[in-house]
């Protein structure tokens, strides 16, 4: 079984759509929690950290649910520059200072 | 503007070559990583320094090898590339902690014929 789970996708929704994405994690004592974006052959780049408590940061919504070991990542009023793959992150069973990164879930954006 | 810097930004090399990668980032972290991602698949740790004559082989076994003599450089070698070694190579550093992400470079994409 893999550290961090995601479904791949892709997710092709219109302009203005709301999505969502889930990812599972298997280490119970995880403690570091965030989503990347990857544009296609580009690097990922840190979209935001994810806080026991939830956050917010414009579109985004991102939430961690500890007890069924999942975080998801809300995107209101979707924009096609939206258009990338999205990674969940989660610090590795050795070590917090390593993060294990799952496959991704590709998102489309339609006009 | 970016903190951590790799080059060359696209290599095409002969099999048998010996190439190294390199990796710098300005920003002091202590913590730095090397992945290897092919399109469109997901990304492998192969490489991780947690600070200067630190190193250790990541979750992929990579026949590549790393050094970490100064806390800025993470550079990665293959003594003799091959064709399996095609790929885009991935550096990060981190300031290590809880809530702190990694910062990657552009990558270099290695195409060895």
């Known amino acids: 079984r893999k550290e961090v789970e995601q479904d791949p996708g892709p997710f092709n929704v219109p302009e203005g759509a709301t999505v969502a994405f889930n990812c599972t994690y298997s280490n119970s004592a995880s403690q570091s929690f965030f989503w990347y974006r990857q544009d296609c052959r580009k690097e990922p780049k840190l979209l935001m950290s994810?806080?026991?408590s939830g956050n917010e940061d414009g579109r985004f919504t991102a939430q961690l649910n500890r007890a069924s070991q999942y975080i998801s990542l809300l995107i209101r009023d979707s924009k096609l520059s939206d258009s990338a793959t999205y990674l969940c992150v989660v610090n590795g069973r050795d070590s917090s200072y390593k993060l294990i990164f799952g496959s991704g879930t590709r998102l489309l954006v339609r006009p | 503007e970016a903190d951590i810097y790799q080059t060359p930004r696209y290599l095409v090399i002969g099999t048998g070559k010996k190439i190294t990668l390199e990796c710098s980032q300005t920003?002091?972290?202590?913590?730095m990583y090397w992945y290897q991602q092919d399109p469109g698949m997901e990304l492998h740790l192969i490489h991780y320094?947690?600070?200067?004559?630190?190193?250790e082989k990541g979750d992929l076994s990579s026949e590549s090898t790393v050094s970490r003599i100064r806390t800025e450089h993470f550079p990665l070698t293959l003594e003799s590339a091959r064709p399996s070694h095609t790929s885009q190579y991935l550096c990060?550093?981190?300031?290590?902690?809880?809530?702190?992400?990694?910062?990657f470079g552009s990558g270099t994409r290695l195409t060895v014929v």
């Open positions: 920003m002091g972290h202590d913590k």
């Open positions: 320094s947690y600070g200067v004559n630190s190193t």
């Open positions: 990060a550093s981190s300031e290590g902690g809880q809530n702190y992400g990694y910062t």
């Open positions: 994810v806080y026991s």
